[in-house]
C-alpha cells in the first residue's frame, strides 16, 4: 500500500483528508509542523501533500530540502492562490499546486497522476526493452523473454548502447568512438564485427533480428 506524508497543521483537513484517501486504498501519516516532517523517514513514503503555512515556519524549507536529496514527489497543498506562488513552488521542484479550497476527488485524481508520472519515470531510468529483449541498468542484466542472456562486459556496453539508441542507426565510427571511450583498450572495426555477431548468437534465434545490420553505414536496433 503507498503511504502519503501529510504535511499540514489544520486538524480538520488531516482528519478528513486521512480518511478519504484511506478509503482510496493510501495510507496516510500527518506531520503537524516542519519539525515532525523532518523527523519522518521519507524512504517510507511515495508521495508527500505539503502545507506552506505551518507552525515552526514555511513548507518551502521542506521543499528546498527534499529538491536537494532527489526526493519525494511532492504537491503543494495551500490556501496561497498567488501566482507567484505557484510559480515558486513548481519552480523549486513541486509535482503540483492544488489550493484551498479543494475538492477531494480532485486532489484524488492529482494524486495519481503525479504518482503515474513518477512510476513511469523509475521504470524507464532502470529498464530498456526491444522487442522481447530486456536491459536491467541497475542489474545490469539482459534477458530475452524468461531466459537471461549472459554477456560479456563489452557485449554489455554495445547493446546498452544501441538499446539506448532505440530506433536510431549508430554508424561504425561511432560504436567504435563509444566503446574505445568506455573501456580504454583499443577496439578496432573487426572487434565490432566479432562483438555484434557475438551477441546475436548469445540473444539467439527470436531476438537475434533486434539488431540490424544497415549496410555500409553501421547497426540500429528496434523493436520487431
Ligand atoms: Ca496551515
Redesign the pocket.
Known amino acids: 500500500m503507498k503511504q502519503i506524508l501529510l504535511v ?3 486538524h480538520t483537513i488531516v482528519y478528513g483528508l486521512s480518511e478519504y484517501l484511506r478509503e482510496a486504498g493510501f495510507e496516510i501519516r500527518a506531520a503537524s509542523t516542519l519539525e515532525k516532517a523532518f523527523a519522518m523517514d521519507e524512504k517510507a513514503f511515495s508521495l508527500v501533500l505539503l ?1 506552506l ?2 507552525p515552526d515556519g514555511e513548507g518551502w524549507a521542506f521543499l528546498e530540502k527534499n529538491r536537494k536529496e532527489d526526493g519525494l514527489p511532492v504537491i503543494i497543498l495551500t490556501a496561497r492562490e498567488d501566482e507567484k506562488d505557484i510559480i515558486k513552488g513548481l519552480d523549486m521542484g513541486a509535482d503540483d499546486y492544488v489550493t484551498k479550497p479543494f475538492k477531494a476527488g480532485v486532489l484524488l485524481s492529482r494524486i495519481r497522476a503525479v504518482l503515474r508520472r513518477q512510476g513511469n519515470w523509475e521504470e524507464s531510468k532502470k529498464t530498456l526493452r526491444c522487442g522481447s529483449i530486456l536491459l536491467d541498468k541497475n542489474k545490469t542484466l539482459v534477458w530475452t523473454g524468461e531466459r537471461q542472456v549472459p554477456l560479456t562486459a563489452g557485449e554489455y556496453r554495445l547493446l546498452l548502447y544501441l538499446m539506448e539508441n532505440k530506433g536510431r542507426t549508430l554508424t561504425r565510427n561511432a560504436l567504435l568512438q563509444y566503446l574505445w571511450d568506455n573501456c580504454g583498450d583499443y577496439v578496432n572495426d573487426n572487434t565490432l564485427t566479432v562483438t555484434i555477431k557475438r551477441l546475436r548468437e548469445k540473444l539467439g534465434e527470436e531476438s537475434r533480428q533486434v539488431i540490424k545490420t544497415v549496410r555500409g553505414i553501421g547497426y540500429r536496433v528496434e523493436d520487431d
Do not use: I, K
Request: glycine share 16%.
Open positions: 499540514e497543521d489544520d502545507d503555512g505551518l
